[in-house]
């Protein structure tokens, strides 16, 4: 039975920035970046970028999930917090504000949960601010047990001891690490840590109805945090077996999730997922402690409980269990002034907002930089020519992609990537500055990330970023073909960090990892260049060919069987290809005619 909630909101398009409001003027150490609605950023009010001599913390995600993140800045835990709409991943210029906003010479950590969406925006954002010269690490959180291993890239989901991990970077950078040694302290807290969660009811998004699709007497075990389906649907239990069964879940020596084993040392976290009273909480707490030292030999050093990580109005709870050493305890332990922690908070409130930074690099560049040349030299004819083949091949391959994509996805990777190659070409005619290589990929970038969207989109986006910063790294004037291959390969290795994907997983990387293969070894024999691009362009062609004979394990192909998939190849690696072979056969007729 479906009926409308009740809320105590406005409108339920204002929710998060509302609730932004509320927040900063509850904690006076708290700030939020001017840029409603599209930029939702909670800031340390003490912290300015430009002068900040420590790393930066920052998380961020969907909102929904209060009192994270933003609940969780202050000093000695994050130093930003980016809000998405309700349960949404936050946009990349969203992110990119924020790490402008608070990060110095130390540079910025940003602490992800293991969600597609989150990991796309946060690894392009990533990329776009190291390309205007900020140092960024990213370390991806996945503590969710309640799932057997899974196919395919998704990974486990990022839950509530991602708070934990928070904690322990914070002190970390509040100590004055280095951002290389904030990052390993935190990514070593993601690998102690996991958790499981165990719901009562659905949960009901702002301005939405509702369904108990549970049922009277009946719970979800092994849920996330955005009022998905759990594992498994049961009878409701007491909360001593409730709790056993999750304690035993998590700890469950056949997977493997965490490295605990009889007489570790471990901390204890109770989550409420939003409508728990906190005295369900401290029984499923005084519950837990016994259990893991009597039944699983383990010396709890840590208890924390209260609503950390929300699901919005969901009634439940969930556990988290980490390994603790005395380096871990010791980043628990420290002072902190993150007003969820909880703690209390002091001194004088400043202003409630402060400007969006904007981003530095444009505004120092010259006009003439970021504008067609009136007269190309040999290099920029060259990549005038290679870019044009390239996306008049993607244009002239519309119908086939959509054709093929309409029995492996969602029937429009054609028309996605007509409109980023049309974008291209157009972009081209005013805006690339030609014979700067490095630029000229950074537009690239931009033309794709205005037209295409989707996941297409920001692929090819953290593929350019990535190629352009390799590219930029160079001093000279020309760039070779060997300085051409590592681009390349920074472009492809930003793709799979960030998407996920490897070869064999019929993706655009089944194009382009063989290719980069074939590139390598004929420059490495001291082949001509251009005759190793052709080469691995036809490598490129075969691989794209050969995902036919693939199960999908990224993107909506991962969902279709494979008797239907070994009919087509798959669009995204088709496109790849031909866009490369164009580029190649290119650059070839131009070397041979001049």
Same mark, same amino acid.
């Given at each position: 039975?479906?009926?409308?909630?009740?809320?105590?909101?406005?409108?339920?398009?204002d929710?998060?920035?509302?609730?932004?409001?509320?927040l900063?003027?509850?904690?006076?150490?708290?700030?939020?970046?001017?840029?409603?609605?599209?930029?939702?950023?909670?800031?340390?009010?003490?912290?300015?970028?430009?002068?900040?001599?420590?790393?930066?913390?920052i998380?961020?995600g969907?909102?929904?999930?209060?009192?994270?993140?933003?609940?969780?800045?202050?000093?000695?835990?994050?130093?930003?917090?980016?809000?998405?709409?309700?349960?949404?991943?936050?946009?990349?210029?969203?992110?990119?504000?924020?790490?402008?906003?608070?990060?110095?010479?130390?540079?910025?950590?940003?602490?992800?949960?293991?969600?597609?969406?989150?990991?796309?925006?946060?690894?392009?954002?990533?990329?776009?601010?190291?390309?205007?010269?900020?140092?960024v690490?990213?370390?991806?959180?996945?503590?969710?047990?309640?799932?057997?291993?899974?196919?395919?890239?998704?990974?486990?989901?990022?839950?509530?001891?991602?708070?934990?991990?928070?904690?322990?970077?914070?002190?970390?950078? !509040? &100590? %004055?690490?280095?951002?290389?040694?904030?990052?390993? *302290?935190?990514?070593? +807290?993601?690998?102690? #840590?996991? /958790?499981?969660?165990?719901?009562?009811?659905?949960?009901?998004?702002?301005?939405?109805?509702?369904?108990?699709?549970?049922?009277?007497?009946?719970?979800?075990?092994?849920?996330?945090?955005?009022?998905?389906?759990?594992?498994?649907?049961?009878?409701?239990?007491p909360?001593?077996?409730?709790?056993?069964?999750?304690?035993?879940?998590?700890?469950?020596?056949?997977?493997?999730y965490?490295?605990?084993?009889?007489?570790?040392?471990?901390?204890?976290?109770?989550?409420?997922?939003?409508?728990?009273?906190a005295?369900?909480?401290?029984? !499923? &707490? %005084?519950?837990?402690?016994?259990?893991?030292?009597? *039944?699983?030999?383990? +010396?709890?050093?840590? #208890?924390? /409980?209260?609503?950390?990580?929300?699901?919005l109005?969901?009634?439940?709870?969930?556990?988290?269990?980490?390994?603790?050493?005395?380096?871990?305890?010791?980043?628990?332990?420290?002072?902190?002034?993150?007003?969820?922690?909880?703690?209390?908070?002091?001194?004088?409130?400043?202003a409630?907002?402060?400007?969006?930074?904007?981003?530095?690099?444009?505004?120092?560049?010259?006009?003439?930089?970021?504008?067609?040349?009136?007269?190309?030299?040999?290099?920029?004819?060259?990549?005038?020519?290679?870019?044009?083949a390239?996306?008049?091949?993607?244009?002239?391959?519309?119908?086939?992609?959509?054709?093929?994509?309409?029995?492996?996805?969602?029937?429009?990777?054609?028309?996605?990537?007509?409109?980023?190659?049309?974008?291209?070409?157009?972009?081209?005619?005013?805006f690339?500055?030609?014979?700067?290589?490095?630029?000229?990929?950074?537009?690239?970038?931009?033309?794709?990330?205005?037209?295409?969207?989707?996941?297409?989109?920001?692929?090819?986006?953290?593929?350019?970023?990535?190629?352009?910063?390799?590219?930029?790294?160079?001093?000279?004037?020309?760039?070779?073909?060997?300085?051409?291959?590592?681009?390349?390969?920074?472009?492809?290795?930003?793709?799979?960090?960030?998407?996920?994907?490897?070869?064999?997983?019929?993706?655009?990387?089944?194009?382009?990892?063989?290719?980069?293969?074939?590139?390598?070894?004929?420059?490495?024999?001291?082949?001509?260049?251009?005759?190793?691009?052709?080469?691995?362009?036809?490598?490129?062609l075969?691989?794209?060919?050969?995902?036919?004979?693939?199960?999908?394990?990224?993107?909506?192909?991962?969902?279709?069987?494979?008797?239907?998939?070994?009919?087509?190849?798959?669009?995204?690696?088709m496109?790849?290809?031909?866009?490369?072979?164009?580029?190649?056969?290119?650059?070839?007729?131009?070397?041979?005619?001049?």
């Open positions: 039975m479906a009926f409308q909630a009740k809320k105590l909101i406005n409108d339920p398009n929710v998060v920035t509302e609730f932004i409001e509320g900063v003027e509850t904690y006076p150490g708290l700030q939020y970046l001017d840029g409603f609605p599209q930029v939702k950023v909670v800031l340390r009010a003490d912290v300015s970028g430009a002068t900040y001599n420590k790393v930066a913390v998380s961020g969907g909102s929904g999930h209060e009192p994270a993140h933003a609940g969780f800045v202050g000093e000695g835990m994050l130093t930003a917090a980016i809000c998405g709409d309700v349960f949404a991943s936050p946009s990349v210029d969203s992110i990119l504000a924020g790490i402008r906003a608070v990060t110095g010479p130390m540079g910025a950590l940003l602490i992800v949960k293991n969600y597609t969406g989150d990991r796309l925006n946060f690894g392009l954002a990533a990329e776009e601010a190291k390309s205007e010269g900020y140092k690490e990213i370390v991806i959180v996945g503590d969710d047990c309640a799932l057997p291993p899974p196919r395919g890239i998704a990974g486990r989901r990022g839950l509530a001891g991602t708070i934990l991990v928070h904690k322990v970077a914070g002190a970390a950078a !509040a &100590a %004055g690490l280095s951002l290389a040694d904030v990052a390993a *302290e935190a990514r070593h +807290a993601s690998e102690m #840590v996991g /958790t499981m969660g165990v719901a009562l009811t659905v949960c009901t998004l702002p301005g939405q109805v509702t369904s108990d699709r549970l049922g009277p007497g009946k719970m979800e075990l092994g849920l996330g945090i955005h009022g998905e389906p759990g594992a498994a649907v049961a009878d409701l239990q909360v001593d077996v409730v709790v056993s069964h999750v304690l035993k879940q998590i700890l469950l020596p056949e997977t493997n965490v490295p605990i084993t009889r007489g570790n040392r471990v901390v204890l976290l109770i989550n409420g997922l939003g409508a728990t009273p005295m369900e909480l401290m029984i !499923a &707490a %005084g519950k837990a402690v016994p259990r893991l030292q009597l *039944e699983h030999g383990l +010396a709890v050093d840590r #208890v924390y /409980t209260g609503s950390f990580m929300t699901s109005d969901m009634a439940g709870f969930s556990i988290s269990v980490m390994k603790a050493d005395q380096s871990i305890l010791q980043r628990l332990d420290a002072a902190t002034k993150a007003p969820h922690w909880p703690v209390g908070v002091d001194g004088n409130r400043p409630a907002k402060i400007p969006v930074p904007m981003p530095p690099c444009r505004s120092t560049k010259s006009d003439e930089s970021l504008s067609r040349p009136q007269l190309l030299n040999e290099q920029g004819c060259i990549l005038e020519v290679a870019i044009e390239a996306a008049n091949s993607v244009i002239n391959l519309k119908d086939w992609l959509n054709e093929w994509d309409s029995k492996a996805g969602d029937g429009d990777c054609g028309s996605t990537m007509f409109r980023g190659a049309t974008a291209i070409l157009e972009d081209m005619k005013k690339y500055p030609l014979n700067d290589p490095a630029e000229t990929v950074n537009e690239i970038g931009s033309s794709i990330r205005r037209a295409m969207g989707g996941t297409s989109g920001i692929i090819y986006d953290i593929f350019c970023k990535a190629a352009y910063a390799q590219l930029k790294a160079n001093t000279k004037t020309v760039v070779t073909a060997k300085q051409w291959k590592d681009a390349l390969e920074a472009s492809i290795a930003a793709v799979s960090k960030y998407g996920g994907a490897s070869a064999g997983y019929r993706t655009m990387l089944d194009a382009l990892i063989p290719a980069l293969t074939v590139l390598q070894e004929r420059l490495d024999a001291e082949d001509d260049p251009v005759t190793a691009f052709v080469l691995s362009s036809e490598a490129a075969d691989g794209a060919e050969s995902t036919k004979h693939m199960q999908a394990q990224a993107g909506r192909s991962s969902y279709i069987s494979g008797e239907i998939l070994a009919s087509v190849p798959d669009p995204g690696a496109a790849a290809a031909s866009w490369y072979r164009a580029a190649a056969l290119a650059v070839k007729d131009k070397c041979m005619a001049s």
